[in-house]
């Protein structure tokens, strides 16, 4: 198989991570014989600082054309005093916009041996395994442009969608659904916002289509309550633009860090941007500390979502998990009798568990 992937490093740690993932790839088109192309652009920041604005038209070009695209990271205090059209994060808002990426996809699961870096006691999030399926083109987000009004002394933000828009993300979180265990949770504000009440009406519209999914409709707050006392009740959660973003970062805690976290946006045609949850952390950037494992991960769900390649995602999957359940992590982790690495070891034991198809006797005869 040839395929063509833009890379778009953008700030901070996203230009050693985006290294990492190439070479996890690398490593399986030379497995499986496959053939992948790589081209970068910038994008954020470092697009600002080179072209004068966080997405520049040859980067939206560049990705048009690719079969995927892997993001790193955008963002970092150098930028923050920039007026609101200059800033990093821009860059992403209009790049989800020009691929029409409407649907984001969380994997929020934890590693058994990691389980005691989150803040949750283990017996509560033991065994949690979850996907929250965000829509990402609509909402307050994208709204009619947010308005102050009466000399700074109020503001308008709108929330607007449309019925094929919830609709299209709503199969999509079905359609995840089925693949997994069969249960849907709707998440959304339907006592008070009438987007909300839309947003329901749809959901128990479609679910006769999908008669083997087991539905239900929780209310925002209860959810983020649920996700923290109960996260094992989850598998896949449904909800729109603005409660997407703010649920999947409070999962993110069942693993303990940012750092395992990957994500896919995805479009109608299959075409999907890939970058992993956690920011560009300017605080380590160049230090060679930064895990590259979410990165790495998302790289995997490339592979599944955008080029059906299910047997070497599960490749880069099984490897990093590997490599963890080993003993071996960043400084962002913390494993009991473990042995701390950098981001180029971390990425060169994913490597090699990938060659060797043996952990065990990868770690045996080249780390100890």
Not at 304 to 314: H, T, V
């Amino acid at each position: 198989m040839k395929k063509h992937i833009v890379l778009l490093p953008g700030d901070g740690i996203g230009k050693e991570v985006i290294e990492s993932a190439k070479d996890v790839l690398n490593a399986i088109a030379e497995e499986f014989n496959h053939s992948f192309s790589f081209e970068t652009h910038e994008i954020g920041g470092a697009a600002i600082d080179l072209y004068g604005t966080p997405l520049p038209e040859s980067t939206v070009d560049a990705c048009k054309h690719a079969d995927a695209v892997l993001l790193g990271a955008v963002g970092g205090p150098k930028w923050d005093q920039n007026p609101s059209h200059l800033r990093p994060e821009r860059g992403l808002l209009g790049i989800r916009k020009a691929l029409d990426l409407y649907a984001n996809l969380r994997p929020i699961k934890g590693f058994k041996n990691l389980l005691h870096a989150s803040p949750l006691k283990e017996e509560v999030i033991s065994g949690s395994d979850l996907l929250i399926v965000r829509e990402l083109t609509g909402g307050l987000y994208f709204g009619t442009p947010s308005e102050r009004r009466d000399n700074g002394q109020s503001v308008v933000d709108t929330l607007a969608y449309t019925r094929c828009e919830i609709e299209r993300i709503v199969d999509k979180a079905f359609e995840a659904a089925q693949s997994r265990r069969g249960r849907l949770t709707s998440v959304d504000k339907a006592n008070v916002l009438e987007s909300s009440k839309l947003w329901r009406e749809i959901v128990e519209e479609k679910k006769a289509k999908y008669p083997d999914v087991a539905v239900e409709h929780v209310l925002v707050d209860a959810a983020a309550m649920k996700l923290i006392t109960n996260p094992t009740h989850f598998d896949v959660i449904v909800t729109e633009n603005m409660f997407g973003d703010i649920l999947s970062d409070e999962a993110s805690v069942l693993t303990g860090s940012l750092g395992l976290l990957p994500s896919a946006s995805l479009n109608e045609s299959g075409v999907g941007l890939y970058e992993p949850v956690h920011g560009s952390a300017p605080d380590i950037a160049g230090k060679g500390v930064a895990n590259p494992v979410a990165m790495i991960l998302s790289a995997a769900l490339m592979l599944r979502y955008s080029f059906g390649l299910n047997d070497e995602a599960k490749m880069i999957e099984d490897a990093a998990q590997g490599a963890l359940d080993a003993g071996f992590h960043t400084a962002d982790l913390r494993v009991e009798n473990g042995r701390q690495v950098g981001t180029t070891e971390m990425t060169k034991l994913i490597v090699d568990f990938i060659k060797t198809q043996t952990a065990s006797k990868c770690i045996a005869s080249c780390y100890f």
